[in-house]
Each structure stands twice: as structure tokens, then as C-alpha cells.
């Protein structure tokens, strides 16, 4: 509820993974938040970084990663479906979907807002009006700025960085002229212009020539970094989204829904994700990404039978350059390489006819069924060897292939293509292509649910179920030397199995739920690895054939009365690649990645809430409330490297105030992170580097919040 997600702090979508059993949050190169749910999770740093876990706003997909944030303002509650998911609204998925529903407007004026002040000069402010315009129409309106000063020092000089700026707004329509017909208009957006935080350097390859070599390694502190000198490094980056819902009662069963969407991004960052003060690796990007999408569905709840079945079409395009500068790297000094760029431009159609069927066999057992099919065609051009201008890159190309494929004192050394120009090897021809190379992908697919509900008694339910879901292909962004890197991955798919219960005990004080999961994971697009002549190790995406994920999620939930309210949940996970997978790991040696875990998926998870309220006068109340969350070891990517492991770590938050036992009203003291855990949400490597994003430090400090009705 929205009163949960104030109480933890929660403010992004990635922030759910406190108290969300099975969530595990992370970012990519790029500084977007990555989702892995149960397992089943994507690291890909394209602007069309289509997501394993979708994002949802009262039922409207977000195509892409990077449109969730903001998602959570002025929100009733999140819903959280874990599971390949698509047979009842929206788009494929093979982890799951993350629903936000948003307040709406309301039949009688209601107001309020709420400001919170914290460390690092963290200033935010939010506020929402709502309320009718006429006996039809009712308006609300919602906003906040979140701000905060530089909370990140570097290692080698006297500078800072890390402050936010983010707004974000929403305003919603609501149109009831009948009984029967309904229509909802939403318009949302935000403006995104703080830092992208800069990484900690954890490891020097062997091969980094002097200048990165001699750069230091941090203290074991959170705020501690490096970033080159000189730029600005971050982001301009901003959201729009429209959607249209209407509803239409046919008859007092059946209801037909109108769901249209529109989305834009445009992006354009500055990132230094190296940990030194050097140019080893500074990437640039900017793009933009546009999405349309049509849903039509209709309902009917019948007796024993409710049945939906739906229409979906969506067209997103996206283009998306990123630009990696390595001037002081060893590709860089050792082949002239001053900067190699990377560019993709897709145009992707989805069609979906999708169906769901609920059947009571009896008074205690129905079955539930399922499908959706999927077409999708993408026609896209990349070109991941793009010259900035200066003949660099095409003469970085032309030295690969004169000094490492070619012997000069037998063959005419080859010109580079010029500046400017898309580069790519052939390893065929041995020759450089100097085009963008269009690229077609077209697939298909059939995804499904089924599953049985048995319910005793009122206070049990008893349930099993199988589910298929898929995520379509995708165009890689890495900028490579070597044509055939351009290809696409195809699309994963995950067919997953469900067991489980949730029981009520002692007069519904005591709620208890689990359950035990299998996964099997086909061609998963992963970040992976592939090893350039003269350069090294470069980063590539990749399937990976075979991979299984066995699991087990516990939660109790404890009101013995209504001032406390107790929370405990648990979730173990065995995540693996269960077949042959040859290829380079993060250090260049080529192994058989069999066996081992898949990246962002710790054994154990475990989260812990309590809350107490008691009366401090007749209309006073004071609450306490706590939060514990704990994850194992995890990896940032694949082939359990040493550098590549992310470490345990255990995060507790508290909070401690008053509140009108109205509910209008509150004042509370809250501290994160209080214990001033030293922890990493992500690890990588990089060409002569490795590096990890590390957590917030310990955070404190004040909110107040009111609301008029």
C-alpha cells in the first residue's frame, strides 16, 4: 500500500527489493536500474533495453527500462506478479510484471502534500489536488521535486559529485457521463538532470597501461570514487507518457475496455564508468524512443465462468548511440583508438490476440487456463564501429586488421575507410565494410498459463500452476570492431512451474503464504563477453542456451492487534546454466559456463517490517517501525569470477513519530541504511578495469506530511 511504500522510503521502482521477497535490484553500465525476479532478470544498457520484468501503470506497459522511473508518485498500491506473465493485459514478460496503480481522482475536494529534508541537502517536496469539475468530471493532480546535494568525493583531488534532480508530475481526468461508460485520461512525465554516479575501480588488468595502473583503489566507504576531470557527467534526460482507458458495461457482465498509450523518451548522458581519473572508458549516450500502443479486451464475469479475451498492438521506435571513449586505455594507446561509437535504430511491430479463462468446477476447486500469440517484426540498421570524425576509429580498424589478421611484409596494408564512417572487420574478407548493415528479425510465439485453485475453506487456498512467457530479440549497442557482432539475440523464454498456499490462522491475526518454483530459462539474453585480437575482452550480448532456476519464498504476516503489525518473508534460490555454454569469461579465457549461477541471483534473500503505534493523547499518536533486508553473494555477470562477486550485505531502516490517529497528519524521523552498511548493487568489467556501483550510505533525517479532505 501507498502507507508501506512511505514508511520504507520507497521512492523507485528498484527500491521494492527491501520488501519485496525475490526482487533484486541492479544497473547496468549506463546507470539505468536493471529487475531480476526469481532469477529471471536482463543487464542490457541499450535505451531499448526491453525489460524481464515489466513495469506497469494501471495496466499500461513501459516498454523500456528506463521509462519506470518516476512511476511510483501519488500511487494507491504496487502489485507485484512474479512469473512469466501476458495472458490477461499488456506485453510478454519471463519474470514478471510490477503494477503500479495511481490514485485517482476523488467525488469531493482532497489536498495535500508532504516535504522531507535529509542528508546531503535532501530536499524533496510533493503534492496532489483532486477533486470534481462538474457531476461528471473529476481532475487530480500530482507533482513532486526530489533534490539532494553531492554525496560522492573523489579519491585523488578535491571535487564531489552525485547531486539529484529529478521532477515528476501527473495529472488524470476522469469522465463518468453514464452508468455504463467510463473514460480515464492520464498524462505524466518527468525531467531527469542529476548526476549518474561514478563506480569505485576494484581491479586493474594485467595489460593497463601506465596512466590507468596508477590510479589508486578506494577506502572500503561508500562515498569514495574517481571519475575523469573536466566534464559533466550527468544526465538530461526526459519522459512523456499519455494513456486513454475506457470502459463500457454491455451488460451487468460483460464490460469492454479501450486501452491506448503513448510514450516518448529522450536521453542524453554523460557516464565515467571506470573508477579512475583517467580516460580509460567515458561512454556518452543519446537517443529517444517512441511507443505506441492499442489494447482492446472485453470481460465477463458469468456464473461459474469468468472469461477475458484481448486485442494488442504496439510500435515502438528507438534510436540509440553510444559513444566510448578510450583514448588512455590499452586498445587506445596500443592502436590509435581515440573513440569508438556505436549506433542502432529499430522499428518494431508487436501483434497479440491473447485469451483467459476461470471455471469453478465446484465450490472449492477452479481451474484457470490461458494463451497468447505473439508476432513481432523488427527492422532495424546498427552499426557498432561508427567513426566520431576524426578517423580514429577507421584507423584503429585498419591497424587490427593489418597487424593482427595480416602480415604487412606480404600483403599491402589496408587504408582505413575514413572519417566519420561506419567500420566494421570482416573476418571473411579481411577486409573493412564501411555501412550501416540492416537487420530484419521476425518471430513468433505462443505463451500460456494454466493452473488449479483449491480453497477448502475460507481460510485457505491451495494452488498450482504452469506458465510459458517470452521476451522478444533485440539489436546489440557494444561498440565491436567485427561485422557479425551486429547480430541480434533472439528471443527468451521461460517455462515455469507453481506450487503453493496461503493460510489464515488464529482469527486472521496469522497469515502465512509460500510456495516452490521451477524454472526452466531458454536462450537468456545476457551481457556476456567476447575477445577482440590487440584489444581484449569486449562486452557482448549473447543467449545462452539452457538455464534453471529452482526455488523456495516463505512470508508471515502477524497483526495480534491493530497498533503492530509484524512482517517476516524468506526467499532461496538455485539459479544455474544447466548446459554447454562455451565462450570468453570477464578475464578472456574461454571455459564452459555450465553449472554455474546466473548474475543477480543470490541464494537467499530475506526481509524483515514492524511497526507499533500506541496513543500519546486523544487525537495523538506515536509509531515506531523498522525494516531489515538481507541478500547473499551474488555476481554481476557470468562465470563467478572473484571480480565479478558482489558481497552479502544487510540493510536496516528505521522511523520514529507522531500521527493525528485521523490519519491527516504525520511527523516522523527515518534513517537508511542506519547502520552504514558498505555494500555494491553491481560489478563489472571493463576493458582494463573493474568496477562496482556501490550502495547509499547511511541516510537520516525528516518528514512531514499533511492532507486536507
Known amino acids: ?221 561508500a562515498r569514495d570514487a574517481d571519475w575523469t576531470p573536466g566534464d559533466e557527467y550527468e544526465r538530461d534526460n526526459n519522459y512523456f507518457q499519455t494513456t486513454l482507458r475506457m470502459d463500457y458495461d454491455l451488460t451487468d457482465a460483460v464490460t469492454l475496455t479501450s486501452l491506448t498509450t503513448f510514450l516518448k523518451v529522450n536521453v542524453d548522458s554523460l557516464i565515467d564508468p571506470d573508477g579512475t581519473a583517467v580516460l580509460n572508458v567515458n561512454n556518452s549516450q543519446k537517443g529517444d524512443s517512441k511507443t505506441f500502443s492499442q489494447e482492446l479486451r472485453a470481460a465477463a464475469q458469468l456464473d461459474r465462468l469468468n472469461l477475458l479475451g484481448g486485442l494488442y498492438f504496439a510500435n515502438d521506435v528507438t534510436h540509440d548511440r553510444i559513444g566510448s571513449i578510450v583514448t588512455d586505455s590499452s586498445a587506445g594507446l596500443g592502436l590509435g583508438f581515440n573513440q569508438l561509437d556505436a549506433k542502432t535504430n529499430q522499428d518494431v511491430n508487436n501483434y497479440a490476440v491473447f485469451g483467459n479463462a476461470e471455471f469453478k468446477l465446484t465450490d472449492q476447486l477452479t481451474v484457470q487456463g490461458g494463451a497468447r500469440y505473439t508476432k513481432s517484426n523488427n527492422d532495424g540498421s546498427s552499426c557498432l564501429g561508427l567513426d566520431p570524425g576524426d578517423g580514429s576509429t577507421s584507423q584503429g580498424l585498419a591497424n587490427i586488421l593489418n597487424f593482427g589478421f595480416r602480415i604487412p611484409s606480404m600483403l599491402p ?92 490462522l488464529a482469527d486472521r491475526k496469522l497469515q502465512l503464504n509460500g510456495a516452490v518454483f521451477l524454472s526452466n530459462y531458454k536462450d537468456k539474453q545476457v551481457l556476456g563477453q567476447t575477445n577482440v585480437p590487440l584489444i581484449g575482452t569486449l562486452a557482448a550480448l549473447v543467449n545462452v542456451p539452457k538455464s534453471q532456476i529452482k526455488g523456495v519464498e516463505l512470508e508471515a504476516i502477524l497483526n495480534p492487534t491493530p497498533a503492530f503489525t509484524f512482517r517476516a518473508a524468506g526467499t532461496y534460490i538455485d539459479a544455474k546454466i544447466n548446459g554447454d555454454y562455451i565462450d570468453p569469461d570477464a578475464l578472456g579465457a574461454i571455459r564452459n559456463f555450465n553449472g554455474t549461477v546466473l548474475p543477480s541471483s543470490p541464494k537467499f534473500q530475506l526481509s524483515a517490517s514492524a511497526r507499533y503505534e500506541w496513543p500519546l493523547h486523544d487525537n495523538l499518536n506515536g509509531f515506531v517501525g523498522a525494516n531489515v533486508s538481507h541478500q547473499s553473494k551474488s555476481y554481476g555477470n557470468l562465470g563467478e569470477l572473484t571480480i565479478l562477486e558482489i558481497k552479502p550485505y544487510t540493510l536496516a531502516d528505521l522511523q520514529l513519530g507522531v500521527e493525528g490517529n485521523d490519519g491527516r497528519w504525520s511527523a516522523y524521523l527515518w534513517g537508511r541504511n542506519i547502520f552504514n552498511e558498505y555494500y555494491w548493487t553491481n560489478v563489472q568489467k571493463l576493458l582494463d578495469t573493474g568496477n562496482r556501483w556501490t550502495g547509499m550510505p547511511a541516510t537520516y533525517g525528516v518528514t512531514i506530511s499533511y492532507n486536507f479532505n
Request: charged residues 15%; negative net charge; glycine residues 12%.
Open 1 to 221: 500500500s501507498a502507507q508501506q511504500l512511505e514508511q520504507a522510503g520507497i521512492k523507485d521502482v528498484g527500491d521494492l527489493a527491501k520488501i519485496t521477497p525475490g526482487l533484486t535490484l541492479g544497473q547496468n553500465n549506463l546507470g539505468v536500474t536493471t529487475l531480476t525476479l526469481r532469477g529471471v532478470g536482463s543487464n542490457d544498457v541499450g535505451i531499448a533495453l526491453r525489460p524481464s520484468v515489466t513495469v506497469y501503470l494501471d495496466e499500461a506497459p513501459m516498454t523500456f527500462g528506463i521509462e519506470a522511473n518516476g512511476v511510483g508518485l501519488d500511487v494507491e498500491r504496487v502489485e507485484v506478479l512474479k512469473g512469466p506473465q501476458g495472458t490477461l493485459f499488456g506485453a510478454n514478460s519471463t519474470g514478471g510484471a510490477v503494477n503500479y496503480i495511481a490514485n485517482k481522482p476523488t467525488d469531493s475536494f482532497e489536498a495535500g502534500g508532504s516535504f522531507t529534508y535529509g542528508r546531503f541537502d535532501q530536499a524533496d517536496f510533493s503534492g496532489y489536488i483532486s477533486g470534481p469539475l462538474s457531476d461528471t468530471v473529476g481532475i487530480r493532480i500530482a507533482a513532486e521535486h526530489r533534490g539532494m546535494g553531492d554525496w560522492q568525493r573523489s579519491i585523488t583531488r578535491n571535487d564531489t559529485r552525485g547531486n539529484r534532480s529529478f521532477n515528476n508530475g501527473r495529472v488524470s481526468l476522469l469522465f463518468n457521463p453514464s452508468e455504463k461508460f467510463r473514460a480515464a485520461v492520464t498524462v505524466s512525465g518527468w525531467i531527469d538532470k542529476g548526476d549518474i554516479q561514478a563506480t569505485q575501480l576494484s581491479y586493474l588488468a594485467p595489460s593497463s597501461p601506465p596512466s590507468t595502473a596508477a590510479s589508486p583503489f578506494p577506502p572500503a566507504n
Open 413 to 504: 596494408a589496408l587504408p582505413a575507410t575514413g572519417p566519420g564512417q561506419c567500420s566494421a572487420i570482416d573476418l571473411v574478407t579481411l577486409t573493412q565494410q564501411s555501412a550501416f548493415l540492416p537487420i530484419t528479425v521476425d518471430e513468433h510465439n505462443v505463451s500460456w498459463r494454466a493452473g488449479l485453485q483449491f480453497q477448502p475453506s475460507s481460510e485457505t487456498l491451495l494452488y498450482a500452476n504452469a506458465s510459458k512467457g517470452f521476451k522478444q530479440g533485440t539489436l546489440p549497442i557494444f561498440g565491436s570492431p567485427f561485422a557479425d557482432a551486429t547480430l541480434p539475440v533472439t528471443q527468451e523464454s521461460v517455462l515455469s512451474y507453481e506450487a503453493g498456499f496461503k493460510q489464515s
